[in-house]
C-alpha cells in the first residue's frame, strides 16, 4: 500500500543565516497511524510537520502526500488533506461565533452551503459544542477555545490532523478529554499527528513515536521502545512518565520490552503477573 | 511580506559618530530639517545633503543606508515628475516645452529638484542619527531631557512590538492559510487582522499586570540604568549644533539673492531627460516592489 | 512550624471580578504561608488559582476591579491599603507567558525596568543585575534582546526581574506551561534552589503534579474557589477519592499504590509514597 506521507531524504535550510533545520530524513507514514513528533524547541519538529501542510517546501529531497508531490502545491491547495491545528487557537479564531469560525475552512473550500452546515454540525457534536454554538470564540475560556480550534479544521475533513502540543495549559480533565477526541479521531479513519511535550499523551496514545534532535530523525519506533532508550531520553531532556521510570528502576535486572510499562494500567497487570509467578 | 520590510535601526559600529552622544546628533537633525525648510535653493539643499552622505560613508553605515534610500529615492523621484507639470510655486509660470495636454514648467523642475533633495537631506542626516545611536541611549537621553518616563516606555515597547507583530501576523496567515484562505484580497482582512489584534491587547494587558508587580509606575524618584556619558566633545558639537544650522538657517531667510528659481534656466532637451529619468525611474521601482510582494 | 508566625495570611477572602460571572472567583479564603516554604497550587483552569496569586502583591483588589472582601496580610502589610509598587519588595510575580511579560531591548535593561522605578543607584543597578542572572543562569546574555530567547530562558529572565526587586515571595502561575522540557527542568531547578538556598517562599501553581509532589511542602487543592486540602504533598494525595473526583491527577506512583490497596494486590499503608524515589523504596520486592 502506498504510505500516505511519504519524506524521502528532506533537508531544510533556512535561508535566514544559513540555519539546516531538518538533515536527510526519510519517513513513511500510514492512514491511520497516530503518531507522536518529539524534540526540544529548535530540534525540527516543527520544521517537519509544516513540509506536510505547504508551510515549507523541501531545500533538498521531496515529500509526498497521499502519493502526490507537495513542492509545486500551495498550503490552500493541500488544505483538504491536510489539517494544521495551532498550539494558540488566538492564532486562528477571529470570527464572531463558533458557529461562523467552523464554516470559515469547508466555504474557503468551495464546498455547497448545505455541505457545510452538515459539517458544522457534525464538527458540534463531535467535540461537544453544543452550548457554544452562537457565542464569540474569545468570550469562551482557554480550554475550550482549544476544542474549537480543533473542530475549525474538523469541518475541513483532512486525512490527515497535525495537532500542536494539544494537551499543553490544560487541566487534567480537558487533557483527558482531548486524548479520547484524538483517539476518536483515528477511530473515523484520519492519520493523527502530535507535536508534544506531553508524556501521558505520548505513553498513552500514540503507538509510534519520531524523536528528532539537532535537525535529524534519531529515532522511530513505538512508546515502549523510545521510552526505554536511555541514550535517547538523556540526550533529548525527555523524562518518561513516572510510572515507566518505576519499572524501569525495579526490574533493573531483567529488561525484556514487554516489561517496559507505559501506564498505572500495565504497571497493575505486570504485578498482578508476577504475583501469580511467585505463587 | 517579510520580505519587503527594511528595518531602519541602529548599524553596530564605532565610528566617531557611533561613540557620540545622541544629543548632539538629534539638534543636527533638527537643525538640518530647519534649514531644508527654509530654503528651495539647490546648492544650499544639495551641500546639506551631501555632508550627510559624507557622514553615511564616514560612519560606515552605507550598507544600511543604500538599503533604505533605493526605497525612498525612486519613490521621492515622483516629486519632479508631478512638479515639472504642476509646481508647488506662485504663479506665474515658465513653460519650458509642451507635449499633448501636459507643459513642463521652469518653476516646476526647480521645484521638484529642490524638494527632492531637501527630503534626502533631511532623511540623510536622520538616518545617520538613528542608525548610529542604540535606541535605548536616544530614548534615555530624551529623558535626561525631561521627556516623561512613561512616554518613554511607550516609544521603547512600540518600536519592540513592530516587528513582534509582524511576525504575529505571519503566524496567522500561515494558520489561516491552512484552513483555504485565499492570501490576499478583502477577505483575507479580518482573518488575518482579528487575530493579531486580541492577541496585541491581551499582551498589552498582561504586560501591564506584569510591570505593575514589578514596581513600574512608582512615583518619586527614578534613576536610568542605561548611562549616557556627554564627552567635551559632545558639548562642543552641541553648541556647534545651535549655531551652524542656526546661523544658516538665518542666513538662508535673511539672503534674498538665494532664490534661483527664475536666475537657473532648464534646457527643454535637460527638462525631459530628467523627467523621463525620474518617471521611468520610479515606473522601474514600482515594477521590481510588485514582483518582490507577488513572490512573499 | 505551627508556631511560627505566618508571612502571607489570607482571612476570609472572597473576589468576584463582576460582570458576567455570577460565581465568585474564589470563595472565603482562609490560608496561612509561613517564610520558606515551597507551596503548589494544584486545581483545574477557573479553580480560583490565579486569582489567589494576584491577591498576594495586591493587583487585586488594587489594579483589578471587582468586589473584594476578607484581609490579605502579607508580612504585616494589609494589601487592600499598599501599593502594589510597594508590594514589589515583598512579592515577585512570574506568569504562564513568557514573552508577554517582557518589554526592553536588552536583558540588563528589562531587570534593570523595576530598579529605576524604584530610584536605585547606577552601582546598586549593576550589581544586582549581575547577581540575580547568576541566580538563573543567564550571564553573558545581559545585551540580548529579551525576545530572541528561548521560553525557558525568557521565563528564567522574568524570575530575575522579579528579584531585582529583593522579594522574599515568589510568585509562578503555571511557568512552565509554554516552554519545552529543558526550559521546564531549567525554572523548576531555578524555583527549587532559590527556594532551598535562599529561603525564598515559592508559590507555584502548576499542573505538573509528580514534579509538584517532589518539591512542594505544602499542596493546597483548589476546587470552584474554595480550597479543598491543604497539607504536605503526603498527606494531601492520600485522599485519592476527592483528587480523583475533583478531575485532578495524582503521581502516578501514588495512583499506583492506591490500586494495589484497592485490588488487594499488596497492602500499602498510608501516607502513599508521593515521590519516584519513596516509591521505588516501598515497592522494591513487588515485583
Known amino acids: 500500500m502506498e504510505p500516505l506521507i511519504k519524506v524521502e531524504n528532506l533537508w531544510h535550510i533556512y535561508p535566514v543565516g544559513n540555519v539546516t533545520a531538518l538533515r536527510d530524513v526519510s519517513l513513511n507514514i500510514n492512514r491511520g497511524e497516530l503518531i507522536g513528533v ?41 488544505a483538504a488533506k491536510v489539517g494544521y491545528v495551532y498550539q494558540n487557537p488566538n492564532h486562528q479564531l477571529f470570527a464572531r461565533t463558533v458557529k461562523a469560525e467552523l464554516e ?12 457545510v452546515a452538515e459539517r458544522v454540525e457534525q464538527a458540534i457534536e463531535f467535540f461537544g459544542l453544543e452550548d457554544l454554538r452562537d457565542l464569540h470564540p474569545y ?8 476544542l474549537v480550534g480543533m473542530a475549525s479544521i474538523y469541518t475541513m475533513k483532512p486525512d490527515i490532523f497535525i495537532l500542536d502540543e494539544p494537551t499543553t495549559g490544560q487541566d487534567n480533565i480537558t487533557t483527558r478529554k482531548v486524548y479520547h477526541l484524538i483517539e476518536k479521531l483515528r477511530d473515523e479513519g484520519a492519520t493523527v499527528l502530535c507535536v508534544a511535550h506531553d508524556m501521558i499523551l505520548l505513553a498513552e496514545v500514540v503507538e509510534r513515536m519520531l524523536v528528532l534532535r539537532d535537525s535529524e530523525l534519531i529515532m522511530d519506533g513505538t512508546p515502549r521502545q523510545v521510552f526505554s532508550n536511555h541514550e535517547v531520553m538523556a540526550s533529548t531532556h525527555i523524562t518518561p512518565p513516572q510510572i515507566t521510570i518505576l519499572s524501569l528502576r525495579l526490574r533493573k535486572d531483567q529488561q525484556t520490552l514487554d516489561d517496559v510499562v507505559l501506564s498505572v494500567d500495565e504497571m497493575i497487570e505486570l504485578t498482578k503477573q508476577s504475583n501469580t509467578g511467585k505463587k | 511580506m517579510q520580505g519587503i520590510v527594511i528595518p531602519i535601526t541602529m548599524v553596530p559600529g564605532n565610528s566617531t559618530i557611533h561613540r557620540m552622544n545622541p544629543l548632539p546628533k538629534l539638534l543636527w537633525t533638527l537643525g538640518i530639517l530647519a534649514l531644508s525648510f527654509s530654503t528651495r535653493n539647490i546648492a544650499v539643499l544639495g551641500v546639506a545633503c551631501l555632508i550627510g552622505l559624507l557622514l553615511v560613508f564616514y560612519s560606515g553605515i552605507t550598507k544600511a543606508y543604500v538599503r533604505v534610500a533605493m526605497i525612498l529615492f525612486p519613490i521621492s523621484l515622483t516629486l519632479i515628475t508631478l512638479q515639472s507639470i504642476a509646481p508647488a510655486f506662485p504663479r506665474p509660470w515658465t513653460a519650458i516645452v509642451g507635449f499633448g495636454p501636459f507643459t513642463i514648467y521652469q518653476e516646476g523642475i526647480y521645484s521638484g529638484i529642490s524638494l527632492l533633495l531637501r527630503i534626502m537631506a533631511m532623511t540623510t542626516w536622520a538616518m545617520v542619527t538613528i542608525m548610529t545611536s542604540h535606541p535605548s541611549d536616544i530614548f534615555t537621553s530624551l529623558k535626561k531631557i525631561g521627556m516623561p518616563y512613561v512616554l518613554n516606555f511607550i516609544f521603547v515597547m512600540t518600536l519592540q512590538l ?9 503566524i496567522v496567515l500561515n494558520a489561516q492559510k491552512s484552513r483555504a484562505m485565499k492570501g490576499s484580497g478583502f477577505g483575507a482582512i479580518l482573518p488575518s487582522m482579528v487575530p493579531v489584534f486580541v492577541g496585541a491587547i491581551e499582551r498589552v494587558q498582561q504586560l501591564s499586570i506584569s510591570l505593575e508587580s514589578r514596581a513600574f509606575g512608582s512615583s518619586g524618584k527614578k534613576t536610568s540604568f542605561r548611562q549616557v556619558r556627554m564627552a567635551f566633545s559632545d558639548y562642543v558639537a552641541l553648541f556647534l549644533g545651535f549655531l551652524v544650522p542656526g546661523a544658516a538657517t538665518y542666513w538662508v531667510i535673511v539672503d534674498k539673492s538665494l532664490d534661483w528659481s527664475h536666475s537657473m534656466v532648464f534646457s527643454p532637451a535637460f527638462s525631459i531627460t530628467l523627467v523621463l529619468g525620474a518617471t521611468i525611474g520610479f515606473l522601474v521601482f514600482v515594477f521590481f516592489a510588485i514582483r518582490a510582494a507577488l513572490s512573499a | 512550624m505551627s508556631d511560627k508566625k505566618p508571612i502571607i495570611e489570607f482571612r476570609g477572602v472572597t473576589f468576584w471580578y463582576g460582570g458576567a460571572n455570577d460565581k465568585p472567583a474564589i470563595k472565603n479564603i482562609n490560608l496561612k504561608i509561613h517564610e520558606g516554604e515551597y507551596v503548589a497550587l494544584l486545581g483545574l483552569n477557573g479553580a480560583g488559582k490565579t486569582t489567589l496569586q494576584l491577591c498576594i502583591n495586591g493587583v487585586i483588589p488594587n489594579s ?13 502589610n494589609d494589601t487592600y491599603d499598599t501599593p502594589v509598587r510597594e508590594m514589589a519588595k515583598f512579592v515577585g510575580m512570574v506568569f504562564d507567558n513568557p514573552e508577554f511579560q517582557l518589554s526592553q531591548m536588552s536583558v540588563a535593561e528589562e531587570i534593570a525596568l523595576g530598579m529605576e522605578s524604584l530610584g536605585f543607584s547606577y552601582d546598586e543597578m549593576t550589581k544586582t543585575i549581575t547577581e540575580v542572572l547568576e541566580i538563573v543562569g543567564l550571564r553573558g546574555l545581559e545585551d540580548r534582546s529579551p525576545f530572541g530567547l528561548s521560553g525557558g530562558q525568557q521565563q528564567r529572565l522574568s524570575i530575575a526581574s522579579a528579584l531585582a526587586m529583593r522579594p522574599k515571595i515568589l510568585v509562578m502561575d503555571e511557568p512552565t506551561s509554554n516552554v519545552d522540557p529543558i526550559g521546564k527542568e531549567e525554572i523548576f531547578a531555578v524555583a527549587e534552589q532559590l527556594n532551598r538556598e535562599k529561603n525564598m517562599t515559592v508559590i507555584m501553581a502548576e499542573h505538573e503534579v509528580e514534579v509538584m509532589a517532589a518539591y512542594a511542602d505544602i499542596v493546597v487543592v483548589m476546587h470552584e474557589g474554595e480550597i479543598l486540602l491543604n497539607g504536605t504533598p503526603e498527606e494531601v494525595f492520600s485522599n485519592v477519592d476527592l483528587i480523583h473526583k475533583l478531575g485532578l491527577r495524582m503521581p502516578q506512583v501514588t495512583e499506583y499504590a492506591h490500586r494495589l490497596n484497592q485490588l488487594n494486590l499488596a497492602s500499602i499503608e498510608k501516607p502513599y509514597p508521593v515521590t519516584l524515589d519513596s516509591a521505588v523504596e516501598r515497592f522494591k520486592d513487588i515485583l
Open chain 2, 162 to 170: 513592530i516587528p513582534i507583530l509582524q511576525s504575529e501576523f505571519g
Open chain 1, 38 to 78: 518529539i524534540g526540544q524547541n529548535g530540534s525540527g519538529k516543527t520544521t517537519l510537520v509544516k513540509h506536510f501542510v505547504g508551510l515549507l517546501k523541501p531545500t533538498r529531497g521531496k515529500v509526498y502526500i497521499d502519493g502526490e508531490d507537495t513542492a509545486p502545491l500551495k498550503v490552500q491547495q493541500l
Open chain 1, 104 to 115: 470559515f475552512g469547508p466555504t474557503n473550500l468551495g464546498l455547497p452551503e448545505d455541505e
Open chain 1, 139 to 146: 468570550r469562551i475560556g482557554f480550554p475550550l477555545r482549544k
Open chain 3, 64 to 76: 483589578i476591579m471587582g468586589e473584594f472582601e476578607g484581609e490579605v496580610i502579607v508580612y504585616g
